[in-house]
Nanobody
Framework: QVELVESGGGLVQAGESLRLSCTVSGFRLHFEDYAMAWFRQAPGKEREGVAYMNYMSGSNREYADSVVGRFTISRDNPRKTVYLQMRKMKPEDTAIYYC?????????????????WGQGTQVTVSS
C-alpha cells in the first residue's frame, strides 16, 4: 500500500519561510524511479502545480511562475522524502499543499499523470 505523508504545514507571516516534507512508503519500485511534485489548492480555486522534479537525482525541475525564485523542490532518495522549501511567502500562497508521485518513463519532469497523492497539509500565510 502506497502512502505519501506530508508534514511541515502551519501558519506563518508574510515574508517568512516554511519547509514541507513528504515521506513515501510502499512503492513497488525504488523511490528514485518516481518523479515527484507539489501541488496546492486554495479555497474556491482549482488545484495547481507548484513544483515538479524528475526521477533519480531530481536535477530537472520546473516551477509555477508564481513561485519562481521563492520555492525550491528537492529530494532525499535514501530517506524517500521530497521537500518544498518556501521563502518570502505571500498571503496568496495560502492553500492545502499536496505531494504527488508518478513512475518516471524518462529523465524529464512531468506536469500531469500523477498516480499517487498525499492527504495534504495546510499552509496559511497572514499579511
Amino acid at each position: 500500500q502506497v502512502e505519501l505523508v506530508e508534514s511541515g504545514g502551519g501558519l506563518v507571516q508574510a515574508g517568512e519561510s516554511l519547509r514541507l516534507s513528504c515521506t513515501v512508503s510502499g512503492f513497488r519500485l525504488h523511490f528514485e524511479d518516481y518523479a515527484m511534485a507539489w501541488f496546492r489548492q486554495a479555497p474556491g480555486k482549482e488545484r495547481e502545480g507548484v513544483a515538479y522534479m524528475n526521477y533519480m537525482s531530481g536535477s530537472n525541475r520546473e516551477y509555477a511562475d508564481s513561485v519562481v525564485g521563492r520555492f525550491t523542490i528537492s529530494r532525499d532518495n535514501p530517506r524517500k522524502t521530497v521537500y518544498l522549501q518556501m521563502r518570502k511567502m505571500k498571503p496568496e500562497d495560502t492553500a492545502i499543499y499536496y505531494c504527488a508521485a508518478r513512475l518516471a518513463q524518462g529523465g524529464d519532469y512531468y506536469t500531469t499523470g500523477y498516480t499517487y497523492w498525499g492527504q495534504g497539509t495546510q499552509v496559511t500565510v497572514s499579511s
